[in-house]
């Protein structure tokens, strides 16, 4: 924390410009979160880019209701050996022309009905509320991307308080839909809160209610993006009551086989798991749910990890990698975190990549901005499914993008020790230009593309000595945005006559995304910072030469009006430094800080 606040008062002699970049900076530690979302969405596999996006819905667009949704999903690579019901239709088939929806009443969860949608007795779980539909939308795309081919989805409302909108649009475009009949919240719940452990009771309820029936539950949070079909990986272990997903930063294997489960200290992550419907899976259903029932503030990840850790070992088997568990008859496996990523493991020690491996799932753990950080760093990785106009740079989204190239000299990333003085001389070099871009941005009404960021060490909510002891984190390597700044501050709107103009920003990934419109990449104009007086460096409307501006130094808000008002229909801007690119604002009060 000292740390952090030398860091804000090392900024502050900077004289940053405005104190909308003050409300971006990093100010203590943010404790991680876990947030469920909510609404439903998919496409097929075999749709094309065209008409997925002619599907999208979008949270911005709906008023949010009094519903929220749970989605089961079944994942399958579509081969003619898996069994599936007769009776199941196909994702998007809609209902023919002139027909009417079925009476809510129908709508209602049964073994018959999940029968109908069952495949290889598997089915894959999430559950979310309508607050956060765009994760939905990513989670099922994805999911689609795999061969999912069939689809449910639950709606947990309050009495009398069905989401008929949201249950007709998903009946209407081919969706199966049913209720729960469940109580969860619709808001964004913080982690921690009454509404965060109700929605986590919704988990442990559903899984008592479908173990019963007879189905395996592939049950996962909707901030998980699935990178690949996990269904094969989980029938190498059929023998396997249990496997589940770890917070564990330090690797155990090498390859893709279970982690080592004598080995694993870190917690039990119930964001991944794989339950298998054996008597002993189905009577930690039943004992789980019943202690989250009477304990009102009990984490329903520290309740499963107190049952499950009850009892903990010996091993199955010396090959399988199971180790016996809860009431010594349960067979329990770990799912290497190498490849079933959580948020460090993935972002910050791409460990599947050092150990040449393919990831099957990313879980947005360990970040330190709420659900606006786990978008931005699914971003960042490009795996996050956004609607065009994210891409487009059209008017609701400030007209264009500024980008730059940052300048960082090779000695602020590996000269000398990696310590808390090194790891701070690097990240206020690029805070100071990032500062200057944001005024720049603002001066432009730009989107900034933010560049990405060096670290030498790494950003915990607890004590640590810069790296994790035993983890595969490099020293300098690229950090998530939420590593250095306060990314739910920076996106969310603020009071313009407290915090000046908003600035809008994207990922650093943004024009590498296949999702960016190639018209978009075509209309740009790279900026070349240039010192006044030398040959070609005047102010100029015209470019030099095709797609290229010569600009000076130092230039002031008027030259900065002047000159880039003949390119307000250019896409991308992009400045080859921001090292002294502006010399501040004719209003001085947006350069000083709130006294």
Request: hydrophobic share 40%; proline share 6%; aromatic share 12%.
């Amino acid at each position: 924390m000292a740390s952090w606040n030398n860091l804000l008062k090392d900024m502050a002699n900077y004289k940053p410009v405005f104190l909308t970049i003050y409300a971006a900076v990093v100010v203590g530690v943010v404790v991680s979160s876990f947030y469920v979302f909510s609404a439903v969405y998919s496409s097929s596999s075999s749709s094309s880019s065209s008409s997925s996006s002619s599907l999208w819905f979008s949270p911005a667009q709906n008023q949010v209701s009094n519903c929220s949704h749970l989605t089961v999903v079944n994942v399958s690579l579509g081969s003619a050996s898996q069994t599936q019901s007769k009776s199941m239709m196909p994702i998007w088939e809609v209902p023919p022309s002139g027909s009417k929806m079925p009476p809510l009443k129908t709508f209602k969860l049964t073994k018959e009905l999940v029968q109908q949608r069952v495949k290889d007795n598997v089915v894959v779980v999430t559950f979310g509320n309508y607050a956060f539909m765009d994760f939905i939308l990513t989670w099922v795309k994805h999911l689609t991307d795999l061969g999912v081919d069939n689809l449910l989805v639950e709606l947990n409302c309050d009495a009398g308080a069905m989401d008929t909108k949201m249950v007709e649009a998903l009946y209407w475009k081919g969706v199966p839909v049913f209720d729960m009949g469940g109580h969860m919240s619709t808001i964004d719940v913080g982690w921690g809160s009454k509404a965060f452990h109700k929605m986590g009771r919704q988990k442990v309820i559903l899984i008592d209610a479908i173990l019963p029936m007879g189905f395996e539950i592939l049950m996962c949070d909707t901030d998980v993006v699935w990178l690949k079909n996990p269904l094969p990986y989980l029938a190498r272990f059929p023998e396997a009551d249990i496997l589940t997903s770890t917070d564990q930063v330090v690797p155990t294997v090498v390859e893709d086989s279970l982690d080592n489960w004598q080995q694993v200290g870190a917690a039990y992550n119930i964001g991944i798991f794989h339950w298998r419907p054996s008597n002993s899976a189905k009577q930690l259903a039943r004992e789980w749910k019943e202690l989250l029932l009477a304990d009102a503030n009990l984490w329903d990840q520290n309740g499963f990890n107190d049952l499950v850790r009850r009892q903990l070992g010996p091993s199955v088997d010396e090959e399988s990698g199971l180790a016996y568990a809860y009431d010594g008859n349960l067979k329990l496996g770990l799912l290497p975190a190498s490849i079933f990523c959580s948020g460090h493991t993935y972002f910050v020690q791409a460990m599947y990549q050092q150990l040449r491996l393919e990831p099957y799932a990313v879980h947005t753990t360990f970040q330190y901005a709420g659900t606006e950080g786990k978008r931005h760093r699914l971003r960042e990785a490009m795996v996050f499914y956004d609607p065009p106009d994210y891409y487009n740079a059209s008017e609701s989204y400030a007209g264009g993008f500024l980008t730059f190239k940052p300048s960082i000299p090779k000695s602020l990333l590996l000269d000398g020790e990696h310590n808390l003085e090194s790891h701070f001389d690097l990240v206020n070099y690029q805070i100071k230009q990032i500062r200057t871009a944001l005024a720049v941005a603002s001066l432009l009404n730009r989107t900034l593309v933010m560049p990405p960021l060096w670290c030498r060490l790494d950003r915990l909510w607890f004590g640590h000595p810069g790296i994790l002891p035993g983890s595969m984190t490099k020293q300098p390597f690229i950090c998530p945005l939420d590593h250095v700044f306060e990314v739910k501050t920076m996106l969310n709107e603020l009071p313009e006559d407290e915090f000046g103009p908003p600035i809008r920003i994207r990922e650093y990934s943004l024009f590498a995304n296949p999702s960016m419109p190639k018209k978009v990449k075509e209309s740009w104009l790279d900026v070349n910072l240039c010192q006044e007086g030398s040959r070609g460096c005047e102010v100029s409307n015209s470019t030099s030469q095709a797609g290229v501006l010569k600009f000076p130094k130092r230039s002031s808000e008027e030259t900065y009006k002047t000159v880039f008002s003949s390119f307000k229909d250019v896409k991308v801007i992009q400045f080859s430094s921001m090292q002294d690119a502006f010399t501040g604002f004719a209003d001085k009060a947006l350069t000083q800080t709130n006294q």
